[in-house]
């Protein structure tokens, strides 16, 4: 098979692959992230890469004329996914086409528990055996159990079972016993080890992996790793994975092998950071989305994609860990949270354990923010759940200039009264590009500036340099050319808008549909809590100003951060939080919104800016734009 050498710049990096190699296939083999937000299909646009000698590449297929404009072609410009090498070239990566490491949340609310982990720890000196005491060594131990910790009717794994015998002489049957769920005996160690017992908490997020490592004696977060999920390699969105998970039969183990891979590596990170082996881990709670969880377990997600959306399991899966290839103790045991529907996963359920709705007499809303956007509204007397595709708009898919929460990526923005951005960088760097919480700042700045009607049109009569028209459509300046990382101008243009309000019309009709069928006005809600990583970066007045969510007074508002790892903390320290977490997930009854009849009047009377009926949003109205 013929082979060619590719470079890329500025990094140097070298590398030898097959021709026909795609630049993005060729860049991954490098450990070089380029990014890719549809998953190498050639939708997004993202994956842009400058090649100088142009007759080292396939020609330009459709999808690059119809993405890249005349002057990036000109220019020498390819999309990574597309280009396909076909001898030695040189490739450069422009900042903006880069992974970055994002701006992870690692933390969120978390709501005070009974200390009482499902794992514990027990130290037992055994009768050594005599002529007259010929019990087996395992009935010696479940007999010292009983009588110690009042267990009884308790199994023991099998791969513990094999060392048991050598584990007893060799500690000279002084040892500590590790169970869990008072019926399994998950470890046996040598000597008095009852004072080192951890377990750890995950969320794996569509975009991101969280973990933390908690001390089982006390209920302590003794460490916290984050790392990007790697299966962005095969799609930025479920929809894209799903379709690759079921393309081949390998496809659905290389997600699993690649999640199971970031996990381990997180545990490593938190392990050797606490000083902590992690054979000293005994369980793992994990939290994610239903397609995420059929992922980590590798059970065929292709069904929840397809009406009615079902999955192939709602209740908790408890597995051993070794089973999946985590590197925990030999016996630890991964308890995966319960769903509440298709399309309503773990970590939804997590949110609502973290937030106490369910335990408060409050009215309260819930809404996390992400591609599918999870909402709940309800008190202790009953919870109304709906899933609303949002899309990734906030994510930067599908906006010219749109990134994550990456270094670089414009975060916040203000537009004074002469048309002037003022706008902010992640790590204080120059922009290259502009991410969901600046979008959201940018609509309603525009709109608060008479820059955009309530259609979310350009009002073309401004006068400002800022906002021009030509062949490529209208757009608003953000940033100038000088002033960016990429020597280009950072702008928005008429259809990022569409897209904003497409999806912040997802949001606030979902809000409405579960509103509506709770038969409760926006006055009554006593609480609205933001949960996700995104939800605790946007400004609470920008939402409301835009229609994002509805027009409660900013007091009531609390944004909860990460709470799908924080839930699954709870879980792993307590076994009420447990029981309440499987509660959730029979309680909380899922209203399909796609069946509902006034969903489609609600999503098309919110894409208006903030709505058409502007009296939902008094305050918007007192302000008069």
């Not at 190498?40 to 890249?68: M, P, S, W």
């Not at 020498?76 to 280009?83: P, S």
């Not at 003794?222 to 990007?228: A, L, N, T």
């Not at 937030?355 to 008190?379: A, K, V």
């Amino acid at each position: 098979m013929k082979r060619a050498v590719v470079v890329f710049e500025p990094d140097g990096r070298r590398i030898e692959v097959a021709i026909g190699t795609t630049v993005l296939q060729a860049a991954e083999k490098a450990g070089l992230g380029i990014r890719s937000e549809c998953g190498g299909e050639g939708i997004c646009g993202k994956c842009r890469v400058i090649v100088r000698n142009a007759e080292a590449l396939n020609r330009l297929t459709e999808a690059e004329i119809n993405l890249l404009s005349e002057l990036e072609i000109n220019s020498g410009f390819r999309l990574a996914c597309q280009a396909r090498i076909l001898g030695n070239v040189t490739v450069m990566i422009p900042p903006e086409s880069r992974l970055k490491l994002r701006k992870i949340q690692v933390d969120g609310l978390e709501k005070s528990v009974e200390l009482n982990p499902a794992v514990e720890k027990i130290h037992l000196l055994l009768p050594k055996p005599t002529l007259s005491d010929v019990r087996p060594d395992l009935e010696r131990l479940l007999d010292a159990l009983s009588q110690v910790a009042g267990l009884g009717d308790v199994e023991i794994d099998y791969e513990v079972l094999k060392k048991l015998p050598s584990i007893l002489r060799d500690s000279n049957w002084d040892v500590t016993v590790g169970v869990w769920g008072n019926r399994r005996i998950i470890a046996v160690e040598p000597g008095d080890t009852s004072g080192e017992y951890f377990g750890f908490a995950v969320d794996i997020g569509t975009s991101k992996i969280v973990g933390y490592l908690v001390d089982l004696r006390n209920g302590k977060t003794v460490g916290v790793g984050s790392i990007e999920n790697p299966q962005i390699l095969y799609g930025e969105d479920i929809i894209t994975r799903i379709t690759f998970a079921t393309a081949k039969p390998r496809n659905l183990e290389i997600l699993q092998k690649l999640v199971i891979d970031g996990i381990n590596r997180i545990i490593h990170d938190a392990c050797e950071k606490a000083g902590i082996s992690r054979n000293r881990i005994y369980e793992l709670t994990v939290a994610g989305n239903t397609a995420i969880h059929h992922f980590f377990l590798a059970i065929q997600p292709k069904y929840i994609a397809l009406s009615p959306f079902t999955p192939a399991v709602k209740r908790e899966v408890n597995v051993r860990a070794r089973e999946l290839g985590i590197k925990a103790n030999s016996g630890a045991v991964v308890t995966v949270l319960p769903l509440v529907a298709g399309v309503v996963g773990a970590d939804a359920v997590a949110d609502v354990l973290s937030s106490g709705m369910h335990e408060s007499n409050d009215l309260s809303l819930l809404i996390d923010i992400g591609t599918n956007t999870e909402i709940f509204i309800g008190n202790s007397e009953d919870i109304i759940s709906c899933s609303c595709a949002s899309g990734p708009a906030f994510e930067g898919v599908h906006i010219k200039h749109g990134m994550k929460a990456e270094t670089g990526a414009i975060e916040r923005v203000r537009i004074g009264s002469d048309y002037e951005v003022e706008y902010e960088t992640i790590d204080d760097v120059k922009p290259i590009g502009i991410c969901g919480s600046a979008m959201i700042d940018l609509v309603a700045e525009m709109f608060k500036r008479g820059i955009i009607d309530n259609r979310g049109k350009f009002k073309l009569q401004i006068k400002t340099p800022r906002l021009r028209k030509n062949s490529d459509g209208t757009k608003f300046v953000v940033a100038w050319s000088e002033e960016t990382g990429t020597g280009r101008e950072i702008v928005v243009t008429q259809k990022d808008i569409c897209k904003i309000q497409l999806a912040k019309a997802a949001i606030y009709a979902g809000c409405s549909i579960l509103m509506k069928r709770k038969k409760v006005r926006r006055e009554y809600i006593d609480k609205v809590f933001i949960a996700g990583a995104f939800g605790s970066y946007i400004n609470p007045e920008n939402a409301k100003l835009i229609g994002l969510i509805p027009d409660v007074p900013t007091a009531k508002i609390s944004f909860i951060g990460n709470t799908a790892v924080t839930g699954a903390k709870m879980v792993l320290i307590s076994k009420e939080a447990r029981k309440k977490a499987n509660l959730i997930s029979k309680k909380v009854r899922y209203l399909e919104l796609a069946a509902d009849p006034d969903f489609n009047e609600e999503f098309i009377s919110a894409i208006f800016i903030p709505h058409k009926d502007l009296n939902r949003f008094p305050s918007v109205k007192r302000s008069k734009f």
